[in-house]
């Protein structure tokens, strides 16, 4: 599994990082978690606000800071 937070490196964005990272460490996960902050990549997922996460290439949440029970449930745990 990958998951990609999208956004340009704002505190909302940076603290979506931790939140998924913290979950994925925790629960021992194998995934891929990268950020991406290039405003051309980003726009490939036709978002228009940030942060955004995008697992297996697909946007799953835009716009909030997910919790640590939102990113549960988008990795089905």
Known sequence: ???KV???GC???KTTYQVIEKVIRENNLDVKLTKVDDLMEMMKYNI???????VDEVVKMKGQVPTESDVKKLLGI
């Open 1 to 3: 599994m990958e998951i």
């Open 6 to 8: 999208l956004g340009p």
């Open 11 to 13: 505190s909302r964005c």
């Open 48 to 54: 228009m606000t940030t942060p955004a996460v995008v």
